[in-house]
C-alpha cells in the first residue's frame, strides 16, 4: 500500500523527534508550576515541597514518554522497563559518585578543598530534588528521544557524535562555560550515549547524571555546570588554578574529569563493540 505525504510526515524522525520534546517538555514546566502552586498553599517545609515537586513533575514525564511512544511507535517502552532497574540504578549511582569523588580528590591534592562545616541533613533535600528531576528531564529528552530516534536511523556512531555536541553546546550557554567545560560535558553527552546502548536502558544514563550532580552540589558544596550553590551537606572552600578546579564553572570545567569521563567513555565503548551492540546507519543495512 502506497504511503500519503502525512503518513510520511507523522513516520519521519525528524517528526517523531519534535513532537516528543514539545510534549515532554510542556508536561515537565506545567506539571512543574501546577504541583509548585498547590504546595504553596501548604504548610509543608520548603525543601520537602521542591522534593515533591521534582519527583511529580518527572513522573509524569516518564509516563508522559511511555504513554506517547508507545501509541505512536505501536511498541512496549523497554528503555524505561522494570527489568534490570535496580543493577542499572547500582551502577550509575557508582560510576557517577566515583568520578566525582576523584575528580574532587585531584583538587583536594593539587588544590585547595577545604570542608569548613557540616550542615543538617535536611540540606540536601534540594539539591537531591534538583539533581534527580534534571537527570530524568534531560536524559529523557536527550537520550531517550533524540539519541534514540536518530541512532535508529543514522546509527550509533553518528548518534552519539550527534548527543555529545548537543549536549556540550546546551551547556555552552551557562554562566563561566568554558574550553575545557564544553569539551568535558560533550564528552559526557557521548558517554552517557554509550551506556544507554550498553545497557538499552535509560535508568543508567540517569542514575549517573543524577549521581554526579547530587554528589558535586549537595555533598560537596560545589558549584554545577555555572549555576548558582544550592544548598549542601559540607560548607566547603575550594580554591587553586581553574584548570584543576574549574573555577566559577565548578568541577566539570576540570582537565582531570575531561580524561576522568573520557576513560570512562573508552571503557563502555570497547564493551558495546565487543557485544556487537552497536546499531548500523539504515544505508548499510
Not at 513516520?11 to 506545567?30: A, E, W, Y
Not at 550509575?92 to 591534592?109: H, N
Not at 557521548?190 to 535509560?202: D, E
Request: charged share 10%.
Amino acid at each position: 500500500m502506497k504511503t500519503t505525504t502525512k503518513q510520511r510526515i507523522l513516520n519521519s524522525p525528524l517528526t517523531k523527534i519534535i513532537l516528543g520534546l514539545l510534549l515532554c517538555f510542556t508536561v515537565f514546566i506545567l506539571a512543574q508550576q501546577l504541583v509548585g502552586k498547590i504546595l504553596d498553599l501548604t504548610t509543608i517545609d520548603k525543601n520537602y515541597r521542591n522534593l515533591i515537586k521534582g519527583i511529580i513533575a518527572s513522573s509524569f514525564v516518564i509516563l508522559t514518554y511511555i504513554l506517547f511512544y508507545s501509541k505512536y511507535e505501536k511498541r512496549k517502552i523497554g528503555e524505561f522497563s522494570s527489568k534490570g532497574i535496580l543493577k542499572n540504578i547500582l551502577l550509575g549511582v557508582v560510576i557517577g559518585t566515583t568520578l566525582q569523588g576523584l575528580t574532587s580528590l585531584v583538587i583536594y591534592f593539587y588544590g585547595n578543598f577545604r570542608i569548613i562545616s557540616v550542615n543538617p541533613f535536611s540540606s540536601i533535600i534540594t539539591p537531591f530534588a534538583v539533581a534527580f528531576s534534571v537527570a530524568i528531564f534531560e536524559e529523557t529528552l536527550l537520550r531517550g528521544i533524540i539519541f534514540r530516534i536518530v541512532e535508529e536511523k543514522l546509527g550509533s556512531y553518528i548518534s552519539l557524535l550527534i548527543s555529545a555536541i548537543i549536549f556540550g553546546t546546551v551547556h555552552l550557554l551557562n554562566p563561566d562555560s568554558s574550553v575545557i567545560s564544553t569539551i568535558c560535558i560533550g564528552i559526557v553527552g557521548f558517554m552517557l550515549g554509550a551506556t544507554y546502548i550498553y545497557s538499552r536502558s535509560l535508568w543508567l544514563p540517569i542514575a549517573i547524571h543524577f549521581s554526579w550532580n547530587f554528589v558535586q552540589s549537595g555533598i560537596f558544596g560545589a558549584i554545577t555546570s555555572g549555576n548558582e550553590q544550592t544548598s549542601s551537606l559540607f560548607n566547603t572552600n575550594i580554591s587553586g588554578t581553574e584548570l584543576i578546579t574549574g573555577g566559577a564553572f565548578g568541577p566539570e570545567g576540570t582537565i582531570q574529569a575531561v580524561l576522568f569521563w573520557l576513560l570512562v567513555s573508552i571503557t563502555f565503548m570497547v564493551l558495546i563493540t565487543k557485544q556487537n551492540k552497536l546499531i548500523k546507519p539504515f544505508w548499510k543495512n
